[in-house]
């Protein structure tokens, strides 16, 4: 188990830069009104099949060599579980995956959200070649960061240039800060 | 939010110091993030590079992630490419991060007792 919720959303992300994907939405929702955390993963990698998605909460499925078994979306598969909420993948192969995972918010075995800032600036930052949708909501408060925007204004300007590297952390946090999760 | 003012600023400002500096990155830094990498401490691993990078001012040195590599009790695993040579350094912390930085990246010499691989090119 992974002791934040952000680990696993750097885990998850990795698993669509492994399937090629170019463009990753990440989408934190934390409906503390109706008590439900929820966190929602889209890419346009290279998908996988129906079979092979009924099967892949099972350690035991994995199309890595490296290793027998994948523990990423299981981890994710027992947090729902035990926080009273449901995952949901749905995947088309050479259109792209959405995973879906919800809890519920105040369930005691819920890890908290943990370092986001960090895992996206990361995310952003060592894969310059690949667009990021943030968005994270906080009941009726709503940050988002979207790459392309960045790029398009930047241009030859990569996302890993050390100006950049640091004007993404500051959005980043003065962003979460007005929503009020500045210290998560 | 950042401006699109305050992103055209960041892009000059950014134009202005590639004009003073080479192309080539000097070395090239692979954390490996796949789940028992990032169990391990691969993400403060990762932020410990790039605050090390951004303190010293290192402005030709890449960070870059990659899967699983397949050694999983090694974890967090990071490779650094420099001068046509490639070490894979194991069980990297914050600690360990910082002496790569310093040691390696900077003056060449590699961490001896960290390394787990390494391939000439
Ligand atoms: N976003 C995705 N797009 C395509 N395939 C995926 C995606 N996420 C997971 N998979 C497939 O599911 C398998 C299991 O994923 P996971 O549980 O994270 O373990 P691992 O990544 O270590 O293999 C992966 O090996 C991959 O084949
Ligand atoms: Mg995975």
Request: with cysteine.
């Amino acid at each position: 188990m992974m002791p934040e919720l952000s680990l696993n959303i750097l885990d998850l992300a990795e698993n669509s830069i492994s399937a090629q994907a170019n463009f990753v939405e990440i989408i934190l929702d934390e409906n503390i009104k109706d008590d439900i955390l929820s966190l929602v993963i889209r890419d346009n990698g290279k998908g996988m099949g129906d079979e092979f998605v009924k099967q892949i909460t099972n350690p035991f499925i994995t199309t890595r060599k490296t290793r027998k078994v994948g523990l990423g979306i299981p981890f994710v598969k027992q947090i729902t579980d035990l926080c009273e909420g449901e995952l949901v993948i749905t995947s088309e192969p050479g259109q792209g995956t959405e995973l879906k995972a919800s809890m519920k918010h105040s369930h005691i075995d819920r890890p908290p959200i943990g370092d986001i800032v960090s895992v996206i600036h990361t995310l952003i930052v060592l894969n310059p070649h690949i667009d990021f949708l943030f968005i994270y909501k906080v009941d009726n408060n709503i940050y988002s960061i979207d790459t392309r925007e960045w790029k398009a204004i930047l241009d030859v300007v990569p996302l890993n240039d050390m100006n950049v590297q640091k004007a993404l952390k500051v959005d980043l946090l003065s962003g979460l800060k007005k929503i009020g999760r500045s210290l998560i | 939010m950042t401006t699109l003012d305050e992103l055209r600023k960041l892009k000059e400002k950014a134009l202005d110091d590639l004009k003073t500096r080479e192309g080539k990155a000097s070395a090239k830094i692979t954390v490996g993030m796949g789940t028992c990498g990032i169990a391990a401490g691969a993400r403060e691993v990762t932020t410990a590079f790039m605050e090390e990078i951004q303190k010293r001012n290192l402005k030709d040195i890449i960070v870059a992630q990659s899967g699983c590599m397949g050694f999983c009790e090694q974890e967090p695993l990071v490779e650094v490419e420099k001068d046509g040579q490639k070490i894979i350094y194991k069980k990297v912390t914050v600690e360990g991060a910082k002496k790569i930085v310093a040691e390696h990246v900077i003056n060449g010499n590699v961490v001896g007792d960290m390394v787990f691989a390494s391939e000439e090119k």
